[in-house]
């Protein structure tokens, strides 16, 4: 098993961080988690691509975890030679939000199938809404997910990948919780959505400091991790992003609380589970 971050990044517009998403790279196929901005530029630094999606998992309906989910419904329709629907796992809401996304992209429909003759068949979606428990097996990969606290986003929802031994968690937006403790006992890689507090609480601006009530700092992630006994953690969504060369405050303030291995995320960043 394989994890790639396709993007590190935040809501805000980043030069070098593209919007929230992971891909977990399985014996059975590509599974990406959330679908931010620039998802499909860098799967495609990563080999991968939108007909290859073995499934999409929403963490949550925030905006900035699927800002690209019209291209990755569009592109996996227009590339596919075989009708070829998107399986789509997430939170209550979920249906609403794909039914939402296909009535935009009606003018775009209407422009292909009028335009491409051998495009006999419109874009579509399985929608599976979620809360608890195993979602998804096949072969020896499995997915299991349980609800997060994102408090006031209801409802949200954190996913485990296993595969034989080896096992993978992305975490989305949450605080500590019971369900994310649930996902993380003895997981190898923890993907953890992350904001840097003491940053945040200096600039001080209400809209940002906001932020703080639904999102774990540094320190909260480390002690989930901590308390799973997870190997590795993995910090991104990583709010403000890094200024250069302060990449190691981060990973101090996690190792301070925490005894494996931490990772500060970047785009591309490639781990091997193994
Ligand atoms: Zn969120």
Request: aromatic share 4%; hydrophobic share 45%.
């Amino acid at each position: 098993m394989q994890v790639v971050i396709l993007g590190s990044g935040s809501p805000l517009p980043d030069p070098a961080r593209a919007g929230p998403s992971t891909l977990v790279r399985t014996a059975v196929g590509d599974l990406l988690f959330d679908c931010g901005r620039g998802v499909l530029m860098r799967a495609a630094a990563a080999g991968s691509g939108a007909g290859a999606f073995r499934g999409l998992y929403l963490t949550h309906l925030h905006s900035d975890h699927l800002t690209d989910l019209n291209d990755v419904f569009t592109m996996r329709w227009v590339t596919s030679l075989v009708p070829n629907p998107l399986p789509v796992f997430g939170p209550s809401g979920t249906t609403a939000v794909l039914q939402a996304t296909e009535a935009m992209l009606e003018p775009d429909i209407g422009y292909r199938l009028a335009h491409h003759d051998d495009l006999q068949w419109r874009p579509s979606a399985t929608v599976t809404e979620v809360d608890r428990g195993v979602i998804f097996e096949e072969g020896a990969v499995r997915v299991t997910a349980a609800p997060t606290d994102h408090a006031p986003v209801r409802p949200t929802v954190g996913f485990r990948i296993d595969e034989g031994e080896r096992s993978v968690v992305i975490a989305g937006d949450t605080v500590p919780c019971a369900g994310l403790d649930e996902l993380c006992r003895a997981v190898d890689v923890l993907v953890h959505t992350v904001v840097r507090r003491d940053l945040i609480e200096q600039v001080g601006l209400p809209r940002l400091t906001d932020v703080l009530d639904y999102h774990s700092s540094v320190p909260d992630a480390a002690r989930s991790a901590q308390r799973g006994g997870v190997r590795t953690l993995v910090l991104t969504h990583l709010v403000p992003a890094p200024v250069p060369g302060t990449e190691q405050e981060w990973i101090d303030q996690a190792t301070a609380h925490f005894n494996g291995e931490v990772v500060l995320a970047a785009d591309l960043l490639t781990l091997d589970v193994i």
